[in-house]
């Protein structure tokens, strides 16, 4: 018998059909990559807007105590690179935002930290170029994931990471991905 596993999350009061959500700034408002995929495949589409930024005194749970529904972690990290030859920065703006895979261990390693510190949901984002990151980011306890840096080298990136983590779960007898959500095993 074949399992038809159940990939609904929910975050706060909100039910997604799937964990996989795209990052803002990398994917538009959806439509325009509506030539290329389903977008009612998607768990939802996040576009740029208003957000509470982590900063010294703000601590996450400083935010969940302000009535935070969920929290997302984490956006680019800031860098910059230098053109050796002329002795000036490279980006314009002097640094710029370093994502994608470089910076999915931190990313992973922070969403674990705050997961064990508040009781709201948390989504991971940071990195994630397949199922098997989205997974990382699952059992580390990641209620939903974003995916950013792929959509730019494979548009159906998010959609792939569904079929990944509905393949992953027949795979391994799994019924739901609530099997997998926060059972990382620490030492």
């Known amino acids: 018998m074949e399992i038809h596993p159940d990939l609904r999350v929910r975050i706060g ?3 997604l059909k799937n964990p996989v959500l795209t990052a803002s700034g990398t994917f538009g408002y959806g439509r325009e990559f509506s030539p290329l995929m389903d977008l009612n495949r998607l768990g939802g589409i996040v576009v740029k807007g208003v957000s509470l930024s982590p900063r010294e005194g703000n601590p996450p749970l400083a935010v969940e105590d302000a009535g935070a529904d969920a929290l997302t972690l984490i956006n680019t990290l800031t860098g910059m690179a230098v053109d050796i030859e002329k002795r000036v920065p490279r980006l314009a703006n002097l640094s710029g935002g370093l994502s994608g895979p470089a910076i ?4 992973l390693f922070m969403v674990r930290q705050v997961v064990k510190a508040v009781r709201i949901p ?4 940071g990195g994630i170029m397949d199922h098997r990151d989205a997974l990382e980011f699952l059992i580390a306890g990641a209620r939903a994931i974003q995916v950013g840096t792929a959509n730019f080298v494979q548009p159906q990136a ?4 569904i079929e ?10 799994i019924s739901g991905i609530e099997e997998i959500i926060g059972t990382l095993r620490e030492g």
């Open 104 to 107: 999915r261990p931190v990313a």
């Open 13 to 15: 009061s909100l039910e």
């Open 158 to 161: 998010s959609v792939n990471i």
């Open 164 to 173: 990944g983590l509905r393949d992953f779960c027949r795979s391994h007898g």
């Open 122 to 125: 948390v989504i991971g984002v």
